[in-house]
C-alpha cells in the first residue's frame, strides 16, 4: 500500500499544465466501441481509471496503443465481444458507459454493476429508463445489467430524466447514436464533458445537437467513422490545484483550462479573497492573505460542483469565520473526509445536506485515509496547508483521476512524497 508523505505550508510558486479531463475521456474511451475506424484521442489523461477501461476494452477485442503526449489509437472495428470482464468493471464507476455504446453497436449487451467511489448511494436507474426507452428489454439482477432488443426493436425515443445526471445523459446519448430515428433527451445535464463527448461523436460522424443544454436531439447514423479528437482540460483538476494555492498560499499560473469552465469555482475563491487573471486558456491564482468566510451550494452545472465540494471545505477550514456548504447533489459525500478533516484540528459541523465549518488558524498534520478520490485531493491540500507532516494513507482512489500528482506539486514548490508502506 503506497501513500502521500505531505510536509505543509510551502508556498506553491510557479505554473501547473492540467491533463485532459477524467470524465470526459471516460466516456470518449467507451464511445469509441461505436465507431467503424481508427480513432486518435489526444489529451487523455493517464489515470488509473483510464488503463481499467482501456483494459476492457482491449480484452473484448478492441485493438488499443498509447502514443507519447497522452494520445490513444483505439480501434474498435473487430470488436465482438459484448460481455465485458466483470472483474474490471467492477473496478470503476464509468464501466456504465460500455451499457449504451454496447447496445447501441451490438443491440445487446451483459455488464456487471459499476463499482468505483461509494461516497454514496448512486441508481442508474435513469440510465436504465433511458435504455427501456430506446426499446430495449433489460434484466437487472443484483450483480448485472442485461439488454437486447424488446419485441418493437430499438430505435429513437423522447426520454425526460427524472433527475439531472450526467452519466445517464451520456450514456443514452451513446445508446441512441447508431439506432433509427430521433431521440430526444429532456432535462438533460449541461456539463462540459457531455458536450466534449457530442463533439468527439459528431467528429466522427454522429448526428448530436444542443449538448451543453437541458435538451440534448441525437438523430441516429448507420455508422460512425474514424478521426481525431482531442479531450478538454480536466475542470476538477485544474479546481483542484486552484484551491491548493487558495490555502496553502502562493502564485501559481495554471495552464491548459478553459476558463469559461473555472467560472462556477473561481466565483467563489474571489469571494473567499483569492485573486485570479484570465488568460485566454490559462488562470493565474493569487492567494496572498487570510481566506475570508463564504457560503457555496454544490449543483449540476454550471453551479458549484460537488467534485470540488471537499476542496473547498479545506478553504473553508482556514478563512477568517464561519461558512456554510450545502450539498445538493449526493448528501453522503461530507463523510467522506470531514472526520479526516477535524483530526487535523477543522471545526466542522454537519446538519444534514449542510456543513457549518468554523475556520480555524491552523490545521495540524495527522495521518488521515482517502475514503474516495475527491476527499483524497481535499486531504492533500490539507496537508499543503497544515503545519507538520500529514500521510495520506489509501490513495489508490487519488490515483484512479489525477496524473503526475506528486510531479505537478513538487514543482510548484510543495513538499510531497509518495512512500510504498
Ligand atoms: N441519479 C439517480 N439515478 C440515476 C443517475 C443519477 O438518482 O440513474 C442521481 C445520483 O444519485 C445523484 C445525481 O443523480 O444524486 C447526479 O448523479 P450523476 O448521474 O450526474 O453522477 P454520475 O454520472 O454517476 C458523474 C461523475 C462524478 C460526479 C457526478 C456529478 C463520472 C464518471 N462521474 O457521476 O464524478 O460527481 O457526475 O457531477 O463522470 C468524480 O469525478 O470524483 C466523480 C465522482
Known amino acids: 500500500m503506497a501513500k502521500y508523505v505531505i510536509n505543509g505550508k510551502n508556498r506553491l510558486e510557479g505554473a501547473v499544465t492540467i491533463s485532459g479531463a477524467k470524465n470526459a475521456a471516460v466516456a470518449i474511451l467507451p464511445a469509441a466501441l461505436l465507431v467503424s475506424g481508427k480513432c486518435r484521442v489526444e489529451n487523455v489523461p493517464d489515470i488509473s481509471d483510464v488503463h481499467i477501461l482501456l483494459e476492457i476494452l482491449k480484452d473484448i477485442g478492441a485493438e488499443v496503443s498509447w502514443e507519447d503526449n497522452g494520445t490513444v489509437i483505439l480501434d474498435c472495428t473487430g470488436v465482438t465481444g459484448t460481455k465485458p470482464d466483470p472483474e474490471l468493471v467492477c473496478k470503476m464507476r464509468a464501466s456504465y458507459y460500455l451499457m449504451g455504446a454496447l447496445l447501441s453497436r451490438f443491440h445487446k449487451a451483459h455488464v456487471a454493476l459499476p463499482g468505483g467511489c461509494n461516497f454514496a448511494s448512486r441508481p442508474i436507474d435513469q440510465h436504465i429508463k433511458g435504455f427501456r426507452a430506446l426499446g430495449a428489454r433489460v434484466v437487472e439482477t443484483e450483480e448485472y445489467v442485461n439488454m437486447k432488443p424488446g419485441p418493437n426493436g430499438l430505435k429513437g425515443a423522447r426520454i425526460t430524466l427524472d433527475v439531472v445526471s450526467v452519466g445517464a445523459t451520456m450514456n443514452i446519448i451513446m445508446a441512441a447514436c447508431l439506432l433509427p430515428g430521433k431521440t430526444v433527451i429532456e432535462n438533460a445535464a449541461k456539463e462540459p464533458h457531455i458536450v466534449d463527448l457530442a463533439n468527439f461523436l459528431n467528429t466522427m460522424g454522429a448526428h448530436i445537437s444542443g449538448a451543453g443544454t437541458d435538451t440534448v436531439k441525437i438523430t441516429g447514423v448507420e455508422k460512425l467513422t474514424g478521426g481525431t479528437y482531442a479531450i478538454i482540460p480536466d475542470q476538477i483538476e485544474a479546481g483542484t490545484y486552484i484551491a491548493a494555492v487558495a490555502a496553502a498560499g502562493g502564485n501559481v499560473l495554471v495552464q491548459n483550462v478553459i476558463p469559461k469552465h473555472m467560472d462556477c469555482i473561481t466565483s467563489k475563491l474571489e469571494e473567499m479573497g483569492v485573486e485570479f487573471i484570465n488568460y485566454d486558456d490559462a488562470i493565474q491564482v493569487i492567494s496572498e492573505g487570510q481566506l475570508q468566510p463564504t457560503t457555496v451550494k454544490t449543483r449540476p452545472y454550471p453551479g458549484f460542483p460537488t467534485d470540488m465540494q471537499a476542496q473547498v471545505c479545506v478553504c473553508m477550514s482556514i478563512a477568517d469565520g464561519t461558512s456554510r456548504l450545502t450539498e445538493s447533489v449526493y448528501e453522503t459525500r ?75 506539486l513538487t514543482a510548484l514548490g510543495a513538499d510531497i512524497r509518495r512512500v510504498e508502506d
Open 334 to 408: 461530507f463523510f467522506g473526509y470531514c472526520t479526516e478533516l477535524a483530526s487535523m484540528g477543522a471545526d466542522i459541523l454537519i446538519n444534514g445536506k449542510t456543513a457549518i465549518i468554523t475556520g480555524q488558524s491552523n490545521l495540524q498534520g495527522a495521518v488521515v485515509r482517502a475514503n474516495d478520490l475527491r476527499a483524497g485531493a481535499a486531504l492533500i491540500i490539507a496537508g499543503l496547508a497544515a503545519e507538520g507532516t500529514t500521510e495520506v494513507e489509501n490513495i489508490h482512489y487519488i490515483e484512479r483521476g489525477y496524473e503526475h500528482l506528486v510531479e505537478k
